[in-house]
């Protein structure tokens, strides 16, 4: 019961792993401007879809056209103003129609591009390109906010240009992200097999086997390993069919384990500190005093998080602080017994992670990926027709909350003197640190009862080579990557390739601690971690 009771909420951690966030959005610029002397200017960020139209990369070779601004939201040809809108930009809201079809109107009237604000700035402008070929016009994407601060900021008599600068060509944020993953998988390793050495010498007799036993209940076999990619597939769909609800669920979840794992990563160095230990009592049971401050700070740090998660300025950084202790913290206590499970587990979300990206779009009405749809948060009443998605104005808030799914890295970009864009964020999903991970931690425990490191190195190194080679094709596809085929593919091979080298594979398949332990003669057993240890260290 007590593996049944924790694979739920584990299958649920990984699954938010693979949403994987993958659009064709790019962010430009809207240099708006007024009447006046001297002449009133801002710029603004857009977000807009290369794929259907191009854009200088400097303002010297833009156009100007005036902003028209209408109040209607232009689903029918009748929204057209007296006026007329013939090389115009017409601003609208988001809303009653497909922005597609808002674009077809605005070009039948002459508009020269669609400006469509929103409430979230970056919802990626997706579609199936064919449906666009038709569409000659600019279809852009900015914010209800930056709208009427314009229209405060710089009167009714708006022009406008339009373009997008060209990226640098190094980015850093790929970086952060590769530090971050590859210390997350060694460290979670690491204390995996720190944690094996002291259940090996807390193990002296058969009673505290069977207490161990009872505690290792979320070490799994090969049939709780299909039970838990069997649970991520129900997850996905349920969170398909019931985002608007079941985010706030995963939300709460997500702060309350992510809390917990980070008491548990720092409580583990804090105990090694021989000082501060005084106790308070209550009751029949006493507490460390450090331990109830480290608590209060934990959880104060989830619920800064919880209330300004949508602030893109800073909220990132708690939640990479947050989602890496939960990564560290699951790699530790998810144990895979042998590497036959490790290879079923690895194999089935890799198949799961390809179909709900790849395969989905030949399923679903819309075209669109399941694993995309809920990483990107479905908007509004989850009306969707031809690969658009479209809000109801009466909708809660929910439409626009992201699953706290990822470690993700923004970088500021700067256009003339101020920052316009907090763009692009580079991701990495929690399930691509925690799948691998687990597999570094079996090597880890292995390496102990073998009397070597040669596995966990190697595996640690077999990571980071196939993360890089994710970000080579990355930069090179320019399209968001399943990491997950690039990481196991590298680790698993590299395993396989070392244990036939040290003529090791029927051991490192059939066994591992757990499995090797039961047959250990636990009278020997304190020399033998001893003499592991010893190994190790060496």
Known sequence: ??????????????????????TAAREGIIHAYGEGKPLP???????????????????????????????????NSSDIPSTGIRNKVVAVSWGTCEFLEKAKI?????????????????????????????????????SNKDLRDMQQTLGNNISMNFYAPSWPTFDYTLVVIFIIAVSSVALGGYWSGVSELEDMKAVTNTEDREIKKKEDSLTFTPLTVIMFVVGCCVIIILLYFFYKWLVYVMIAIFCLASSMSLYNCLSSLIRKIPYGQCRIACGSKSFEVRLLFL???????????????????????????LGMAFCLNLIKTLKLPNFKACVILLV???????????????????????????????????EKNGGNLVEATAQPSAPHEKLPVVIRVPRLIYFSAMSVCLAPVSILGFGDIIVPGLLVAYCRRFDIHVGSSIYYISCVIAYAVGLVLTFIVLVLMKKGQPALLYLVSCTLITVVIIAWRRKEVKKIWEGTSYQVMENLDYGASEENVTTNQQTVQQ
């Open 295 to 321: 608590a209060v700070f934990c959880i104060s740090l989830a619920v800064v998080w919880a209330v300004f998660r949508n602030d893109d300025r800073w909220a990132w950084i708690l939640q990479d602080l």
């Open 41 to 75: 200017s801002k710029d603004y960020c857009m977000l807009y879809n290369p794929s259907w139209t191009n854009l200088p990369t400097t303002i010297e070779n833009t156009t100007s056209f005036s902003l028209e601004n209408l109040t209607t939201p232009l689903c």
């Open 348 to 382: 089935l979300l890799l198949i799961y992670d390809v179909f709900f990206v790849f395969i989905t779009p030949f399923i679903t009405k819309n075209g669109e990926s399941i694993m995309i749809e809920v990483a990107a948060g479905p908007f509004g009443s989850n």
């Open 106 to 142: 605005a070009q039948k009237g002459g508009a020269e591009a669609l400006l469509v604000a929103n409430d979230s700035l970056y919802f990626p402008p997706s579609g199936n390109n064919s449906e666009f070929q038709d569409v000659k016009i600019l279809i852009a994407f900015m």
């Open 1 to 22: 019961m007590g593996t049944e009771r924790r694979l739920l909420p584990a299958a649920a951690a990984l699954l938010w792993g693979f949403l994987l966030r993958m």
